[in-house]
Protein backbone atom coordinates (compact mmCIF):
# COMPACT_ATOMS: atom_id res chain seq x y z
CA UNK A 1 0.00 0.00 0.00
CA UNK A 2 1.54 3.11 -0.81
CA UNK A 3 2.33 6.11 1.51
CA UNK A 4 2.04 9.45 1.62
CA UNK A 5 3.85 11.00 -1.61
CA UNK A 6 4.56 14.91 -1.60
CA UNK A 7 6.37 16.45 -4.50
CA UNK A 8 8.78 17.87 -4.63
CA UNK A 9 11.24 16.90 -2.02
CA UNK A 10 13.56 20.23 -1.72
CA UNK A 11 13.01 23.56 -3.21
CA UNK A 12 14.84 27.02 -2.90
CA UNK A 13 12.87 30.14 -3.80
CA UNK A 14 13.93 33.72 -3.90
CA UNK A 15 11.74 36.39 -1.52
CA UNK A 16 8.57 37.48 -2.99
CA UNK A 17 8.11 34.06 -5.15
CA UNK A 18 5.41 32.01 -4.83
CA UNK A 19 5.34 28.26 -4.66
CA UNK A 20 3.34 25.36 -4.88
CA UNK A 21 3.46 21.82 -2.78
CA UNK A 22 1.85 18.59 -3.76
CA UNK A 23 0.70 16.00 -1.75
CA UNK A 24 -1.07 12.66 -2.75
CA UNK A 25 -2.89 11.06 0.77
CA UNK A 26 -3.15 7.39 1.16
CA UNK A 27 -5.65 5.81 -1.36
CA UNK A 28 -9.13 6.13 0.46
CA UNK A 29 -7.81 8.64 2.45
CA UNK A 30 -10.31 11.50 2.23
CA UNK A 31 -8.73 14.15 5.01
CA UNK A 32 -5.43 16.26 4.01
CA UNK A 33 -3.74 18.30 6.67
CA UNK A 34 -0.68 20.59 5.82
CA UNK A 35 1.66 21.32 8.59
CA UNK A 36 4.60 23.58 8.74
CA UNK A 37 7.60 22.07 11.10
CA UNK A 38 10.58 24.71 11.82
CA UNK A 39 13.12 24.34 14.62
CA UNK A 40 11.77 26.92 17.04
CA UNK A 41 8.35 26.12 16.94
CA UNK A 42 7.92 22.54 15.79
CA UNK A 43 5.04 21.39 13.90
CA UNK A 44 2.35 23.84 13.71
CA UNK A 45 -1.13 23.07 11.73
CA UNK A 46 -1.74 24.94 8.47
CA UNK A 47 -5.21 23.69 7.48
CA UNK A 48 -7.27 20.70 6.54
CA UNK A 49 -9.24 19.54 3.31
CA UNK A 50 -12.09 16.75 3.44
CA UNK A 51 -13.80 16.18 0.31
CA UNK A 52 -12.50 19.45 -1.54
CA UNK A 53 -13.31 21.70 1.23
CA UNK A 54 -11.76 23.11 3.96
CA UNK A 55 -12.84 22.10 7.16
CA UNK A 56 -10.00 23.83 9.46
CA UNK A 57 -7.58 26.15 9.35
CA UNK A 58 -4.67 27.20 11.53
CA UNK A 59 -3.13 30.45 12.86
CA UNK A 60 -1.28 31.79 9.44
CA UNK A 61 -1.28 34.13 7.03
CA UNK A 62 -3.72 34.67 3.95
CA UNK A 63 -0.62 34.22 2.08
CA UNK A 64 -0.97 30.50 2.57
CA UNK A 65 -3.50 28.97 0.85
CA UNK A 66 -4.33 24.96 -0.30
CA UNK A 67 -6.60 22.80 -2.08
CA UNK A 68 -7.93 19.21 -2.56
CA UNK A 69 -8.95 17.84 -5.72
CA UNK A 70 -11.65 15.02 -6.53
CA UNK A 71 -9.59 12.53 -6.15
CA UNK A 72 -8.08 13.76 -2.34
CA UNK A 73 -4.84 14.81 -3.75
CA UNK A 74 -3.94 18.26 -2.47
CA UNK A 75 -2.19 21.29 -3.49
CA UNK A 76 -0.56 24.51 -1.02
CA UNK A 77 0.60 27.56 -1.91
CA UNK A 78 2.49 30.05 -0.62
CA UNK A 79 2.76 33.43 -2.09
CA UNK A 80 5.05 36.50 -1.73
CA UNK A 81 7.87 34.59 0.21
CA UNK A 82 9.73 35.70 2.92
CA UNK A 83 12.53 34.60 4.73
CA UNK A 84 10.72 33.38 7.88
CA UNK A 85 8.73 30.56 5.50
CA UNK A 86 11.87 28.30 5.23
CA UNK A 87 10.34 24.95 6.53
CA UNK A 88 9.62 21.54 6.00
CA UNK A 89 6.02 21.30 5.01
CA UNK A 90 4.23 18.06 5.77
CA UNK A 91 1.52 16.51 4.11
CA UNK A 92 -0.98 14.41 6.64
CA UNK A 93 -3.83 11.93 5.49
CA UNK A 94 -6.11 9.88 7.18
CA UNK A 95 -9.60 8.55 6.57
CA UNK A 96 -11.88 10.97 8.47
CA UNK A 97 -9.82 13.53 9.99
CA UNK A 98 -11.15 12.82 13.30
CA UNK A 99 -10.23 10.16 15.67
CA UNK A 100 -8.30 8.58 13.47
CA UNK A 101 -4.48 7.90 12.73
CA UNK A 102 -2.75 10.48 10.54
CA UNK A 103 0.29 9.34 8.24
CA UNK A 104 2.67 11.65 7.63
CA UNK A 105 4.65 12.09 4.34
CA UNK A 106 8.25 12.25 3.74
CA UNK A 107 7.26 16.42 3.81
CA UNK A 108 8.86 19.34 1.29
CA UNK A 109 12.23 21.42 1.98
CA UNK A 110 11.84 24.99 1.71
CA UNK A 111 14.17 27.07 1.89
CA UNK A 112 13.54 30.76 0.60
CA UNK A 113 16.93 32.83 0.07
CA UNK B 1 -5.79 26.76 24.77
CA UNK B 2 -5.48 23.50 23.88
CA UNK B 3 -1.45 22.73 24.52
CA UNK B 4 1.46 19.89 24.87
CA UNK B 5 4.32 19.48 26.88
CA UNK B 6 6.91 17.28 26.47
CA UNK B 7 10.03 16.60 28.57
CA UNK B 8 12.78 16.27 28.80
CA UNK B 9 13.99 17.83 25.49
CA UNK B 10 16.78 15.15 25.08
CA UNK B 11 17.78 11.80 26.84
CA UNK B 12 21.13 9.95 26.49
CA UNK B 13 20.71 6.72 26.95
CA UNK B 14 22.81 3.56 27.45
CA UNK B 15 22.04 1.04 25.10
CA UNK B 16 19.46 -1.37 27.41
CA UNK B 17 18.97 1.24 29.91
CA UNK B 18 14.98 2.00 30.25
CA UNK B 19 13.38 4.95 30.59
CA UNK B 20 10.47 7.14 30.00
CA UNK B 21 9.43 10.14 27.94
CA UNK B 22 6.43 12.22 29.28
CA UNK B 23 4.07 14.27 27.53
CA UNK B 24 1.71 16.40 29.51
CA UNK B 25 -1.83 17.92 27.75
CA UNK B 26 -4.12 20.38 27.99
CA UNK B 27 -7.37 19.83 25.78
CA UNK B 28 -10.96 21.16 25.65
CA UNK B 29 -11.93 17.37 24.94
CA UNK B 30 -9.51 14.62 23.78
CA UNK B 31 -10.40 13.04 21.16
CA UNK B 32 -7.40 11.06 20.81
CA UNK B 33 -3.40 11.07 21.58
CA UNK B 34 -0.75 10.15 19.38
CA UNK B 35 2.79 9.43 19.34
CA UNK B 36 5.15 9.70 16.51
CA UNK B 37 9.01 8.87 15.88
CA UNK B 38 10.64 11.05 13.32
CA UNK B 39 14.13 10.60 11.94
CA UNK B 40 16.17 13.56 10.69
CA UNK B 41 14.83 14.82 7.65
CA UNK B 42 11.87 12.28 7.23
CA UNK B 43 8.47 13.25 7.68
CA UNK B 44 6.42 11.61 11.43
CA UNK B 45 6.11 7.72 11.44
CA UNK B 46 3.13 6.79 13.83
CA UNK B 47 3.47 5.00 16.56
CA UNK B 48 0.22 5.01 18.71
CA UNK B 49 -2.91 6.18 19.51
CA UNK B 50 -4.45 6.41 23.09
CA UNK B 51 -7.88 7.39 23.71
CA UNK B 52 -9.14 7.16 27.06
CA UNK B 53 -7.48 7.19 30.11
CA UNK B 54 -6.03 3.66 31.60
CA UNK B 55 -5.28 2.84 27.75
CA UNK B 56 -2.44 1.32 26.50
CA UNK B 57 -0.60 0.10 23.91
CA UNK B 58 2.65 -1.88 22.98
CA UNK B 59 5.03 -2.50 20.27
CA UNK B 60 8.26 -4.10 20.40
CA UNK B 61 10.18 -2.29 23.18
CA UNK B 62 7.52 0.81 23.37
CA UNK B 63 4.53 1.07 25.69
CA UNK B 64 2.30 4.00 25.91
CA UNK B 65 0.35 4.89 28.55
CA UNK B 66 -2.36 7.87 29.45
CA UNK B 67 -4.29 9.42 31.89
CA UNK B 68 -6.25 12.09 32.38
CA UNK B 69 -3.27 14.80 31.96
CA UNK B 70 -0.46 13.25 30.48
CA UNK B 71 0.60 10.23 28.79
CA UNK B 72 4.09 8.31 28.93
CA UNK B 73 6.19 6.66 26.33
CA UNK B 74 8.18 3.53 28.34
CA UNK B 75 11.20 2.58 26.59
CA UNK B 76 12.28 -0.34 27.51
CA UNK B 77 15.66 -2.17 26.96
CA UNK B 78 16.49 0.41 23.94
CA UNK B 79 18.73 -0.23 21.03
CA UNK B 80 20.30 2.37 19.17
CA UNK B 81 18.10 2.18 16.60
CA UNK B 82 15.65 3.63 18.68
CA UNK B 83 17.30 6.68 18.87
CA UNK B 84 15.18 9.78 16.88
CA UNK B 85 12.46 12.11 18.22
CA UNK B 86 9.36 11.10 19.67
CA UNK B 87 6.60 13.43 19.17
CA UNK B 88 3.42 13.62 21.30
CA UNK B 89 0.26 15.23 19.72
CA UNK B 90 -3.01 15.89 20.51
CA UNK B 91 -6.43 16.05 19.25
CA UNK B 92 -9.29 18.16 20.64
CA UNK B 93 -12.93 18.08 19.72
CA UNK B 94 -14.80 20.09 17.20
CA UNK B 95 -16.65 23.28 18.21
CA UNK B 96 -14.16 24.18 20.82
CA UNK B 97 -11.71 26.67 20.70
CA UNK B 98 -9.05 24.78 20.57
CA UNK B 99 -7.47 22.29 18.28
CA UNK B 100 -10.74 21.79 16.46
CA UNK B 101 -9.92 18.73 15.33
CA UNK B 102 -6.27 19.12 14.11
CA UNK B 103 -3.37 17.88 15.90
CA UNK B 104 -1.44 19.85 18.89
CA UNK B 105 1.95 18.82 18.57
CA UNK B 106 4.70 18.80 21.52
CA UNK B 107 7.92 19.87 20.49
CA UNK B 108 9.18 16.54 21.12
CA UNK B 109 12.09 14.43 23.09
CA UNK B 110 15.05 14.04 21.14
CA UNK B 111 16.91 10.47 22.25
CA UNK B 112 19.94 9.33 21.71
CA UNK B 113 20.99 5.52 22.50
CA UNK B 114 24.76 4.73 22.79
CA UNK B 115 25.72 0.91 22.19
Known amino acids: KAGVTQTPRYLIKTRGQQVTLSCSPISGHRSVSWYQQTPGQGLQFLFEYFSETQRNKGNFPGRFSGRQFSNSRSEMNVSTLELGDSALYLC????????????FGQGTRLTVV | EDQVTQSPEALRLQEGESSSLNCSYTVSGLRGLFWYRQDPGKGPEFLFT???AGEEKEKERLKATLTKKESFLHITAPKPEDSATYLCAVQGTLNYGGSQGNLIFGKGTKLSVKP
Open chain 2, 50 to 52: LYS
Open chain 1, 92 to 103: ASSWTGLNTEAF
